[in-house]
Structure formats: C-alpha cells, structure tokens
C-alpha cells in the first residue's frame, strides 16, 4: 500500500509539471471571407416601375 504522502506529493509534482510546461499557444490564420456575387455587385433592377407602368 503507498503512502499518502509519496501519492500527493506525485500528485503535485505532475499538476506542477503539466501547468509549467504549456508553451505559447497562437491561433491559426483566419481565412480570407469569399468575394461577393457577381449578381450581388449588379445595380438593382426597375422591375417594380416597369410593372406599374404596364398596369396603369
């Protein structure tokens, strides 16, 4: 059976151990976000005007 006192010291040890040894964590590059549509770019369309103007 082992003493507590040799388990806790371990214990410690390895808690200590694992808290020290983390290095510089970086995080990855962000990827560019994608281009807009080329429908998106266009101007909006009078379809709306046209269609009043047909039905009036």
């Known amino acids: 059976m082992h003493r507590p006192g040799i388990l806790i010291c371990s214990a410690a040890l390895l808690l200590v151990a694992g808290c020290a040894s983390k290095g510089d964590v970086q995080c990855p590059p ?11 770019m266009l101007p909006p369309s009078n379809s709306l005007q046209l269609l009043d103007k047909t039905f009036s």
Do not use: D, F, H
């Open 30 to 40: 962000r990827p560019k976000p994608p281009a807009p549509a080329a429908w998106a």
